[in-house]
């Protein structure tokens, strides 16, 4: 008698929720997972030194290895949707996935992971942009929850697509990891702030960022856990355990056998000394007229007066009018300190008037110009620097000043001075390393040293300062650049091309900090690649690695309905 025929059982296919699955501890679990992820980027308690050496963390502080664990916490979630049930006989080793389980954890995870990392824009939103509290809350979790669609989706595709070979899984999940980081950080403007791989600037995977950049750790990362999870799962012989820890060891330790510029042809191109400005002037007083604005002009006229550095550079808006509205003689006063000597300036003003728009810019002055060169924020913020389409109704809820700038070009040329080309970014935009990748198009062109000038005092003494520094410093390790901060509160310092933070001020201080920086030459691989094809290989590659699982597990499920064991 012929076997009977079993209809293939197709990933998508709707089915109830097993109950058992579904408990409160591990709803619990995914949002614990979720908050630690978040901690991992800038750990927010400070943690004594046992007497083993574990621990002593700082506040601040990237912790890879809690990064990891998290994610392989959700990693083994998604396992446990995978339920194996027979379905006619030995031939039977494919799952019965539940996908939508898969979908819960993945969003449920990465909501308390954005809340957990964004959540400071709570302060920007109610404290100083007037938003009632309740809605302020309601903004920050429909963000998160939002953009944790993107993680949902990729979670629930891994539960109902990924092969049945734990090697090859690893690799599809990290892919589909992948594809969730990209969209989140490019789609609808970008906002990547709390990636993954930000938590690894102090670990062993930080080597790999000239190489492969941010959304290569994290695709890293990503695989490290699901190999981690699939090391404690049931049923694996001990063979396939060893070799999977082999894979793992071996991943973390090869950064240690390679040297610390393997990455790149990085040459030194100089010293400069520089001086930035952290005027700590309160948000709250920053552009009224009575207060901050005369304590700002007056505290940045004379510092930018009496420094004697190469360069002196002060932060976002910190002169906060336009210069059409500043007292006659300050402007020219300015203009002819630097209009001699051997010294130049880099400042943060808005720009422009009520015909031609407003943007929010640096000035440079130096010697023997014709006029100012200018840089324009390109990349904006919603809310903040531009009204997304039918949402005036929100941002008239908020007292925001200049709340609606124009956008500079994607590409504009850098301040030269001694021998140095200075490349500008304004507050969040050294979190788009494929824009800054642009720059690097033509090598004898490419920057030597980014400045970056930002106000943070909108969000608080929280952890935004810790989160920007970590930024800035993984660009340092894309690039092999040096990175120059200067803040208005904090957290204003000088990173050199390695990631290193070797100058740093108090936050929340009103203070001048001194320090050389080195500028450096020659382009990454990561900057060569990323100059000229974007992101496009990534999203490339990991489609076609989701492909290739999808079709693997397909061939699987039609194996189990058309043959009998």
């Given at each position: 008698m012929p076997p009977r025929s079993v209809p293939p059982r197709w990933p998508f296919q709707l089915r109830r929720v097993r109950?058992?699955?579904?408990?409160?501890?591990?709803?619990?679990?995914?949002?614990?997972?979720?908050?630690?992820?978040?901690?991992?980027?800038?750990?927010?308690?400070?943690?004594?030194?046992?007497?083993?050496?574990?621990?002593?963390?700082?506040?601040?502080?990237?912790?890879?290895?809690?990064?990891?664990?998290?994610?392989?916490?959700?990693?083994?979630?998604?396992?446990?949707?995978?339920?194996?049930?027979?379905?006619g006989g030995a031939c039977s080793t494919d799952s019965a996935a539940d996908w939508r389980l898969g979908a819960l954890w993945g969003w449920l995870f990465t909501t308390a992971w954005l809340v957990g990392s964004f959540g400071w824009t709570y302060i920007a939103m109610h404290t100083y942009g007037g938003l009632p509290s309740v809605l302020a809350v309601l903004a920050v979790l429909a963000l998160a929850g939002l953009l944790a669609l993107y993680y949902a989706a990729v979670c629930g595709l891994f539960v109902a697509l990924s092969p049945v070979n734990r090697a090859f899984a690893a690799i599809v999940f990290a892919a589909l990891w992948v594809l969730a980081e990209l969209a989140r950080g490019i789609w609808l403007t970008g906002f990547g702030w709390g990636a993954a791989g930000y938590s690894h600037v102090d670990g062993p995977l930080a080597a790999y960022a000239p190489w492969l950049g941010l959304y290569g750790l994290c695709a890293l990362a990503a695989w490290l856990a699901m190999r981690g999870a699939q090391l404690v799962q049931r049923g694996q012989p001990w063979r396939a355990r060893a070799v999977t820890l082999a894979l793992v060891l071996g991943l973390l330790a090869l950064p240690a056998l390679q040297g610390a510029d393997a990455a790149g042809t990085a040459r030194s191109t100089g010293r400069l000394a520089v001086t930035l400005l952290q005027g700590n002037i309160p948000q709250n007083e920053k552009f009224e007229q009575g207060s901050g604005v005369p304590l700002a002009l007056q505290w940045y006229g004379e510092q930018l007066t009496a420094s004697r550095t190469a360069l002196v550079i002060a932060p976002e808006t910190a002169l906060p009018v336009l210069p059409q509205q500043l007292p006659p003689i300050y402007w020219r006063s300015l203009e002819q300190r630097f209009d001699s000597g051997r010294q130049a300036a880099i400042i943060g003003t808005p720009l422009g008037n009520a015909q031609e728009g407003y943007t929010n810019s640096v000035v440079g002055l130096k010697p023997g110009q014709t006029e100012p060169w200018r840089y324009d924020k390109h990349h904006l913020v919603p809310f903040g620097e531009f009204i997304p389409p039918m949402f005036k109704w929100f941002t008239a809820m908020m007292n925001i000043p200049l709340g609606d700038f124009n956008r500079g070009a994607a590409k504009q040329a850098p301040f030269e001075w001694q021998g140095q080309r200075l490349s500008a970014n304004i507050c969040v935009e050294d979190l788009y390393s494929e824009e800054l990748g642009l720059l690097f198009s033509d090598p004898a062109q490419a920057p030597t040293i980014f400045v970056n000038v930002s106000n943070l005092a909108w969000f608080g003494d929280g952890l935004a300062m810790d989160q920007h520094l970590q930024i800035a410093r993984l660009r340092a390790l894309e690039f092999a650049r040096p990175f120059v901060l200067a803040t208005n509160t904090g957290l204003t310092a000088i990173v050199d091309h390695r990631g290193r933070v070797t100058h740093t001020l108090a936050r929340h201080t009103r203070g001048v900090l001194v320090g050389d920086v080195e500028g450096r030459t020659g382009v990454t691989f990561y900057g060569w690649w990323v100059s000229r094809y974007g992101t496009w290989p990534l999203w490339l590659l990991a489609l076609s690695l989701v492909g290739l699982g999808a079709h693997s597990r397909l061939r699987k499920r039609q194996c189990q309905a058309d043959r009998p064991c």
């Open positions: 109950a058992p699955a579904l408990t409160l501890w591990r709803v619990a679990l995914a949002l614990l997972a979720g908050g630690a992820q978040a901690a991992s980027l800038a750990w927010p308690w400070s943690l004594p030194q046992t007497p083993f050496g574990l621990l002593g963390l700082r506040p601040g502080q990237p912790v890879w290895w809690l990064q990891l664990l998290a994610l392989g916490v959700l990693a083994w979630l998604l396992h446990s949707c995978r339920q194996t049930v027979p379905a």
